[in-house]
T-cell receptor, first 113, second 113 residues
Framework: GENVEQHPSTLSVQEGDSAVIKCTYS??????FPWYKQELGKGPQLIID?????GEKKDQRIAVTLNKTAKHFSLHITETQPEDSAVYFC????????????FGAGTRLFVKA | GAVVSQHPSRVICKSGTSVKIECRSL??????MFWYRQFPKQSLMLMAT?????????EQGVEKDKFLINHASLTLSTLTVTSAHPEDSSFYIC?????????FGQGTRLTVV
């Protein structure tokens, strides 16, 4: 079945530095790749997404890149702030008789002030 | 604002009792909703797909008699954890989709004592 791998599991950066989280997926038919931010005790919130017909998308300090050939996609956060500290999940949308979202294992980001 | 409302946010119950969690779609009717389970520091695992007016579709390894899902209206899906045991303690999250985008509830932390 579809598998999404995410690295690193933990990432600690200094405020103002950039953070990069990488994911790979296994099902080449996947065509939608969202990224979610989850704060403690809350449900995930979509922060950015990318579709398979696009190689890069940017929204202010957040950008996502997609390499369909290599089946890689990455989240880039620039000028990190303490409030960026959270768990980030990548995901891939797959069709398995119905659309399902398969999540990566998550990355715990710490931004040190 | 939130488009998926989940209730309660926290519940503590005694072992052997049943607990019902509600998930409401606030803005659009949802023929399909999803239930996830998340253990501490782990990713979201899809438990089942809730289908309005028909039976839920459970993922492999999820006991349908243990986790009862009812989707009686286009705006409400419920998950009932029956005869709860301490190992059922977890964070339960529902979601619904609009197109390819998924919207999540705020989650329910269930503690079985």
């Amino acid at each position: 079945g579809e598998n999404v791998e995410q690295h690193p599991s933990t990432l600690s950066v200094q405020e103002g530095d950039s953070a990069v989280i990488k994911c790979t997926y296994s099902d080449s038919a996947s065509n939608y790749f969202p990224w979610y931010k989850q704060e403690l005790g809350k449900g995930p919130q979509l922060i950015i997404d990318i579709r398979s017909n696009v190689g890069e998308k940017k929204d202010q300090r957040i950008a996502v890149t997609l390499n369909k050939t290599a089946k890689h996609f990455s989240l880039h956060i620039t000028e990190t702030q303490p409030e960026d500290s959270a768990v980030y999940f990548c995901a891939a949308k797959v069709w398995t008789g119905g659309f399902k979202t398969i999540f990566g294992a998550g990355t715990r980001l710490f931004v040190k002030a | 604002g939130a488009v998926v409302s989940q209730h309660p946010s926290r519940v503590i119950c005694k072992s052997g009792t049943s607990v019902k969690i509600e998930c409401r779609s606030l803005d659009f009717q949802a023929t399909t909703m999803f239930w996830y389970r998340q253990f501490p520091k782990q990713s979201l695992m899809l438990m089942a797909t809730s289908n309005e007016g028909s039976k839920a579709t459970y993922e492999q390894g999820v006991e349908k008699d243990k986790f009862l899902i009812n989707h009686a209206s286009l705006t409400l899906s419920t998950l009932t954890v029956t005869s709860a045991h301490p190992e059922d303690s977890s964070f339960y999250i529902c979601s619904r989709t609009l197109g390819t985008e998924a919207f999540f509830g705020q989650g329910t932390r269930l503690t079985v004592v």
